[in-house]
């Protein structure tokens, strides 16, 4: 599955949302679908779209909060999957996609290519939901059971080590954030 095909797959469920991205490709790429005024693409910040997620699912509990992340990113904060745990945000949907790679920084190999397993980590800290899914439609059903559920949810999508051409997004660092914090406001 590559991960641009599952972020089509699901973009028309992410109109409501408040959506979270960590750096690199999955920004990239999810900007590429089209960017939306709920969308923050976190930039030079790796390892933290998690944090990031969990602060605003706490203080917007009546919205679904989607978080896109990566393999490399979850593995340099696991820190971050205990916290998720402790504060079980019932509104809270974070999915890894993991190619088993760095990609974004020289493609370097994680710890997933030899044997880590990032959902049985996330169950070992604590979160209630966990699923590891391979394929196109698997992500879109356990993403789609994952927004209906009351619950945290953490998915791992494997992926392919392809991205786009380019791991920049066009939209300005400052203009995004004052864009995405006046749409937090207003919603």
């Known amino acids: 599955m590559r991960r641009l095909d599952a972020l089509e797959a699901i973009y028309p469920q992410?109109?409501?949302a408040i959506v979270v991205t960590i750096m690199g490709a999955v920004a990239a790429e999810l900007q590429?679908?089209?960017h939306r005024p709920n969308f923050f693409y976190l930039q030079h910040a790796m390892g933290l779209a998690s944090s990031m997620g969990l602060g605003?699912?706490?203080a917007k509990p009546d919205r679904k909060v989607v978080v896109f992340d990566g393999d490399g990113s979850i593995l340099m904060n696991l820190g971050g999957l205990t916290t998720l745990a402790?504060?079980?945000?019932k509104n809270l949907v974070h999915v890894v996609f993991d190619n088993e790679s760095l990609l974004s920084v020289g493609g370097f190999p994680t710890a997933t290519?030899?044997?880590s397993d990032i959902a049985a980590m996330a169950a070992a800290a604590g979160i209630p939901r966990t699923a590891?899914?391979?394929t196109l439609d698997e992500f879109t059903a356990s993403f789609g059971e994952a927004l209906k559920a009351d619950d945290l949810t953490t998915i791992v999508a494997k992926v392919e080590a392809v991205g786009p051409?380019?791991?920049?997004?066009?939209?300005?660092l400052?203009?995004?954030r004052f864009e995405f914090q006046r749409w937090l406001r207003q919603h």
């Open 56 to 58: 605003i699912a706490l």
């Open 32 to 34: 590429s679908i089209g």
């Open 174 to 176: 400052l203009e995004n």
């Open 113 to 115: 290519s030899t044997g």
């Open 14 to 16: 992410l109109e409501d």
């Open 132 to 134: 590891t899914v391979r």
């Open 165 to 172: 051409s380019a791991f920049v997004t066009d939209l300005a």
């Open 86 to 89: 402790r504060y079980r945000p």
